[in-house]
């Protein structure tokens, strides 16, 4: 199973996002169920080793806040930007990476197609918990483990 982990926002803050979005055509739009921020990707691994792992990696690290920003794109993929307020992101970024694969640039994946012009400035929020997932099908996620920062 691959497995990676991740932000997913809050229902207001996705209901804010898709009212920005609605109305955009020529985009084959992810399910809304299945918005996430990846913050780390393992690929093929055993969940049984990784939960530990990432229970690890994510002690004592502080909740971050963020916000979503202007769209973007990865060749046809759409993505929206991730703003983080402080620090905090980047650090919790910098632990749950694996093997470095490639630069880890923040997004929230919206569709597939042509690039789409979209100047957007969502609210604010508090990641309060990083979930395990593990990944079958295309945008088809099962939660393995969630990991709730410390109050």
Do not use: C
């Not at 939960?51 to 929206?80: C, I």
């Not at 918990?129 to 099962?142: D, F, K, S």
């Amino acid at each position: 199973m691959r497995l990676f982990t991740a932000a997913v926002p809050p229902p207001d803050v996705a209901d804010h996002l898709a009212a920005a979005l609605a109305g955009i055509g020529k985009v084959d739009w992810v399910p809304r169920d299945s918005w996430h921020i990846t913050l780390g990707y393992y690929g093929e691994d055993d969940p049984g080793t990784r939960v530990p792992w990432v229970r690890e990696q994510v002690k004592g690290l502080v909740a971050p806040t963020v916000s979503l920003t202007d769209a973007g794109n990865f060749g046809h993929t759409v993505w929206m930007g991730v703003s983080a307020v402080d620090s905090s992101f980047q650090d919790l970024g910098t632990a749950l990476r694996w093997n470095d694969r490639h630069d880890w640039h923040p997004h929230l994946t919206v569709g597939h197609g042509e690039p789409i012009e979209l100047p957007y400035s969502g609210p604010q929020w508090t990641v309060d918990e990083v979930l395990l997932l593990g990944a079958g099908r295309r945008y088809v996620y099962t939660v393995l483990d969630r990991l709730r920062f410390a109050a």
